[in-house]
């Protein structure tokens, strides 16, 4: 039992290149999550699903693109990078019906220069 | 959306000492509201959760207390440890069935 497996951990981009993070889980968790950490900030929600074929926007959604096609894989895609997009990426899962208890992969460090 | 707020960004006490972290949230409908400890360099991890039908929850050393009218929660920290030196998210949950907004988090060092 992985639990929420990321990857890449690491990667540098150049500006205006693109990206998909990779995420899944193995917990058969409905719902998943990506935040983004910025150095010494807080975690910022960028999309969300409640379940295959469902995502919906967060906080912070501009840049990004997500899509749900199982319910083990949730990928983030980044089209045209910008260094504002310089941050650690954390995807996440939970059961989501009755308390929504966050299980976060490892996370991606993305550099984009 | 729900917009949480959390004080102070930076805390530090001597070891033995007590620490509290202060949250307050936005929107009335939010049910749910869990605490992340981060330590440097690793993934968020929940520590305690509190639902709005409870007032308080205690773990050992950790407790939450809530309060609904006030729209306030708050972690409670006793007998601090070394190891408690963390970052803390406090959060809140739209519905019990939906998405799950940060605060921005309060640094924790425990003076040895």
């Known amino acids: 039992n992985a639990g929420v497996t990321q990857t890449p951990k690491f990667r540098i981009l150049k500006i205006g290149q693109s990206m998909t993070l990779q995420c899944a889980q193995d917990?058969?968790?409905?719902?998943m999550y990506w935040y983004r950490q910025d150095p010494g900030m807080g975690l910022k929600l960028i999309y969300y699903?409640?379940?295959?074929?469902i995502t919906d926007k967060g906080e912070v959604p501009n840049g990004y693109n997500v899509s749900r096609s199982t319910t083990e894989d949730f990928p983030l895609r980044l089209e045209l990078a910008a260094p504002s997009q310089t941050s650690v990426y954390f995807c996440?899962?939970?059961w989501g019906a009755g308390a929504n208890v966050l299980t976060f992969g490892a996370g991606s460090r993305l550099t984009v220069l | 959306g729900e917009n949480v707020e959390q004080h102070p960004s930076t805390l530090s006490v001597q070891e033995g000492d007590s620490a509290v972290i202060k949250c307050t949230y936005s929107?009335?409908?939010?049910?749910?509201f869990p605490w992340y400890k981060q330590e440097l360099g690793k993934r968020p991890q929940l520590i305690i959760d509190?639902?709005?039908?409870?007032g308080e929850k205690k773990d050992q050393r950790i407790a939450v207390t809530l309060n609904k009218t006030a729209k306030h929660f708050s972690l409670h920290i006793t007998e601090t440890q070394p190891e408690d030196s963390a970052v803390y998210f406090c959060?809140?949950?739209?519905?019990?069935?939906?998405?799950?907004?940060f605060g921005p988090g309060t640094s924790l060092s425990v003076i040895p």
């Open positions: 996440a899962s939970s």
């Open positions: 929107d009335s409908a939010s049910n749910y």
């Open positions: 509190i639902r709005s039908n409870v």
């Open positions: 959060a809140a949950s739209e519905n019990s069935y939906d998405k799950v907004i």
């Open positions: 917990m058969n968790h409905n719902y």
């Open positions: 699903s409640v379940g295959a074929g």
